[in-house]
């Protein structure tokens, strides 16, 4: 029970790797609250971790709407009263070059994948302040190293995460706050799914091959990977982008 009584508030937790986080942190102890905009998948969620003896709360929540992400946030501390974990997992990933992008999809990765990861964390850090203690871990991605043809506003949104944690990071590093990023590589998730689906033929072999270990990851990996992130045992790692990609980065 490494994370017993500690409270965890998870965005984009009903589906993929997020979702896999919140059951892992509610396996291992933690209250956690997961937010997301499709109240659908929520229920699901909620009811599947049911189903397998754990308990989620939730709450319909757009991290791309400023009252929204407060709401999120007051709503953790008003039921648990306080917050010790955010991980902030909510993405899209849109398809498009540089020049193909429309603006309207430029704006609305960037809204979602920065904005949103940028105003949980504004509203989440003054609780951690008040405790003097706390964990952010970002949902980055290896294409915040890195980059690839073709998905030129999630590269850069990626890129900006990537920034902004190391921000947090120096920031809250002598007040109790450890700021970190997971870098994924290609993981089997709804998300991805999608955009290998509107994708031309021959990405997904082509993004395959990029991965050393010769397969795409899966979501249960990356959830370990938050967890390590969050133990009281690993404090000193702060500001860190960690690769789990299967070797891309190495490569």
């Known amino acids: 029970m490494k ?5 965890a508030l998870i965005t984009g937790g009903s589906l993929g ?3 896999a986080t919140a059951f892992l942190f509610a396996k291992e102890g933690a209250k956690v609250v997961i937010t997301g905009r499709t109240e659908k998948t929520l229920k699901e969620a909620v009811e599947q971790a049911k189903n397998e003896g754990i308990h989620l709360d939730y709450l319909k929540s757009d991290v791309a709407k400023e009252e929204d992400c407060k709401e999120a946030v007051d709503y953790t501390v ?3 009263g306080r917050i010790d974990i955010l991980f902030n997992n909510a993405g899209v990933l849109p398809l498009g070059t540089t020049h193909e992008t429309s603006i309207e999809d430029w704006d609305n990765v960037f809204n979602i994948n920065v904005k949103g990861t940028w105003l949980m964390s504004k509203y989440a850090i ?3 302040l008040e405790k003097g203690k706390g964990w952010i871990v970002n949902n980055s991605s290896i294409l915040g190293l890195k980059a690839i043809p073709g998905a030129a506003a999630y590269n850069s949104t990626k890129g900006a995460v990537t920034q902004l944690t190391r921000s947090m990071a120096v920031e809250y590093a002598n007040k109790g706050i450890h700021v970190n990023a997971i870098c994924p590589g290609t993981i089997e998730t709804p998300m991805v799914d999608g955009f290998l689906s509107n994708a031309p033929q021959g990405v997904e072999e082509y993004l395959k091959s990029l991965h050393p270990i010769g397969r795409f990851g899966k979501p249960d990996e990356i ?5 390590f992130l969050c133990d009281e045992n690993v404090e000193f790692m702060n500001g ?3 690769s789990v990609d299967g070797g891309w980065i190495a490569s």
Do not use: F, N, S
């Open 78 to 80: 008003k039921k648990y």
């Open 126 to 128: 003054p609780h951690m």
């Open 240 to 242: 860190t982008m960690l």
């Open 3 to 7: 994370l017993k009584d500690k409270v």
């Open 223 to 227: 959830a370990h990977a938050v967890l």
């Open 17 to 19: 790797l997020g979702k």
